[in-house]
């Protein structure tokens, strides 16, 4: 036998080699394309409407929503450690981007109990939110008495739930339920939902603007380690509710004070 192939053996075996590598090239090229395909529409086109995003375009979930469903009202965290949950119901506003600002230049996170209708075309306040690191909760649809637990009122609840779900991506574990008015069956529906009822611990009263200082002052007055502080970005002129959060901010913290969301305050008790 010859030592070296013939030669015209050798082009075909040349022939074949290069057929093999285009082949491999196209089926690499036309899994690409589909690879292509399959990405998401670009981020203009998505903005027109609260298409749910695609898992990679939502931002991370807020830490600690483990769900814990509680058959009793949450109204504080454990008094341990000087820690404090500053809390905002009502929103979203025009007044939550301000106190959204103010909290990111403070590197502050809080929690926000959002109104379910409220939540069409303000999506993107609630996307930087969960961008910025804090917690989104549900404060029922239209703002109503959820205590008598009826099919109306859980589907106050479970719209929310739809409605923050479809413009983040994230599923709420805590709720509000609309002027602190609670009931052993509204917990029981909020727990087969893995929701826990939040109330508050220090209530400053802002809804009724008794002013700035006092604002600041009672919520000062009110804070102990593990406490949640009620605050609001809607159902009305929030400005001073705004303008008291700088003083709030610094003076807890001088008193050793961190804040964290209140799923943090409970996840860690
Ligand atoms: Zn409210």
């Known amino acids: 036998m010859s030592p070296h192939p013939h030669p015209r053996r050798r082009r075909l075996a040349f022939a074949a080699f290069v057929c093999v590598v285009a082949g491999v090239l196209m089926a690499m090229v036309i899994a690409g394309e589909a690879g292509v395909t399959a990405t998401p529409a670009p981020a203009s086109t998505r903005a027109a409407g609260p298409l749910p995003l695609a898992a990679e375009q939502q931002?991370?979930?807020?830490?600690?929503?483990?769900?814990?469903?509680?058959?009793?009202?949450?109204?504080?965290?454990?008094?341990?450690?000087?820690?404090?949950?500053?809390?905002?119901?009502?929103?979203?506003?025009?007044?939550?981007?301000?106190?959204?600002?103010?909290?990111?230049?403070?590197?502050?996170?809080?929690?926000?109990?959002?109104?379910?209708?409220?939540?069409?075309?303000?999506?993107?306040?609630?996307?930087?939110?969960?961008?910025?690191?804090?917690?989104?909760?549900?404060?029922?649809?239209?703002?109503?008495?959820?205590?008598?637990?009826?099919?109306?009122?859980?589907?106050?609840?479970?719209?929310?739930?739809?409605?923050?779900?479809?413009?983040?991506?994230?599923?709420?574990?805590?709720?509000?339920?609309?002027?602190?008015?609670?009931?052993?069956?509204?917990?029981?529906?909020?727990a087969r939902r893995h929701l826990t009822g939040t109330l508050w611990s220090v209530n400053p009263r802002d809804f009724l603007r008794p002013g700035t200082a006092a604002i600041s002052q009672r919520v000062l007055d009110g804070v102990r380690p593990g406490s949640i502080i009620l605050a609001h970005d809607g159902g009305g002129d929030r400005s001073q509710t705004v303008a008291a959060l700088p003083s709030i901010i610094a003076t807890l913290k001088a008193r050793g004070y961190t804040f964290v969301t209140v799923t943090e305050l409970l996840v860690s008790a």
Not at 63 to 78: D, I, K, N
Not at 105 to 112: H, L, Y
Not at 155 to 180: E, V, W
């Open 59 to 190: 931002p991370a979930p807020p830490r600690g929503c483990r769900y814990r469903p509680r058959t009793t009202s949450v109204r504080s965290g454990p008094a341990g450690r000087r820690r404090v949950a500053l809390t905002f119901d009502d929103g979203p506003t025009s007044y939550t981007s301000r106190i959204l600002d103010l909290l990111e230049g403070e590197r502050v996170p809080a929690t926000f109990f959002v109104v379910g209708r409220k939540v069409a075309g303000r999506e993107d306040l609630l996307l930087r939110m969960l961008r910025d690191g804090h917690m989104i909760a549900n404060h029922s649809y239209a703002h109503v008495d959820l205590s008598k637990a009826s099919a109306a009122a859980l589907r106050q609840i479970d719209d929310t739930q739809d409605a923050i779900k479809a413009a983040t991506g994230f599923t709420p574990c805590l709720l509000r339920p609309p002027y602190g008015r609670t009931s052993r069956k509204l917990l029981g529906a909020l």
